[in-house]
């Protein structure tokens, strides 16, 4: 009864415990004098609806042979136990009592858990190389057009298609300074609705003010380009 490797557990139909091996009180901290004749659902180291209906199922004589279980031992420790279960009939064929034995499997199921992660990183992974070599395919077309582009106003038409195809769900336009440099044109515009106005003052444009890249979003709560007309900042409850 007393097995090497084994957690063995006994209970009679009404679930109470009868037999109750030393490595199952290794696992859960109770000793088989803790436990005799207690109801299994009543141990705290278990879940008890599902050791509830798992004690039904097997007096019913409807059960899975084999299932998971976890253990939360008195010291907190969490086990992954994999029972296979077994009865023994009385004469008339109803079950009189429930064997289980156990295997602790929580080791291979944290190496399992760690690959499966390690596979869905690694899909991610690829997922974003293929949506970076596709970008860089659009890019490198994007190039090839412009090129051979005789005016600007191609140039806009080329370089907006294919930022469309790289950013669809993207809102933005392409514009131009005027000669005087006080007035910036969108020349392009794209996504529905527009964000930006037609025809804005240099003034308006804090990227034009500081001759740099300026963006703002809800993680960089930082000053609106006053040309840029949406979306709309969500209001605080």
């Known amino acids: 009864f007393d097995g090497d490797c084994d957690r063995v557990g006994v209970v009679d139909n009404k679930g109470r415990v009868t037999r109750f091996n030393s490595i199952c009180e290794q696992i859960s901290g109770y000793t088989f004098e803790n436990m005799k004749g207690t109801y299994l659902g009543d141990a705290t180291f278990l879940d008890p609806l599902i050791t509830k209906k798992r004690i039904d199922k097997l007096v019913s004589g409807d059960y899975p042979r084999t299932q998971n279980a976890v253990w939360l031992s008195k010291n907190g420790d969490k086990h992954i136990i994999s029972w296979t279960d077994t009865t023994l009939s009385n004469k008339t064929g109803e079950v009189e009592y429930i064997i289980a034995t156990?295997?602790?499997?929580?080791?291979?199921?944290?190496?399992?858990?760690?690959?499966?992660?390690?596979?869905?990183?690694?899909?991610?992974?690829?997922?974003?190389?293929?949506?970076?070599?596709?970008?860089?395919?659009?890019?490198n077309e994007m190039g090839g057009q412009l090129q051979i582009c005789k005016t600007i106003q191609e140039a806009c038409a080329i370089s907006v298609s294919y930022i469309k195809k790289i950013c669809p769900t993207s809102h933005g336009s392409l514009c131009l300074i005027n000669e005087l440099k006080n007035c910036a044109e969108a020349i392009e515009i794209w996504g529905d609705p527009s964000y930006s106005k037609k025809v804005f003052s240099m003034k308006d444009c804090l990227a034009i003010l500081k001759g740099e890249q300026y963006y703002t979003d809800g993680s960089n709560p930082r000053i609106r380009c006053t040309h840029i007309t949406g979306p709309k900042k969500k209001k605080n409850n």
């Not at 992974?125 to 970008?135: F, M």
């Open 102 to 139: 156990g295997i602790d499997i929580t080791d291979r199921q944290k190496a399992e858990d760690e690959l499966q992660n390690a596979n869905n990183e690694l899909a991610l992974w690829v997922k974003e190389l293929q949506k970076r070599t596709h970008e860089l395919i659009q890019l």
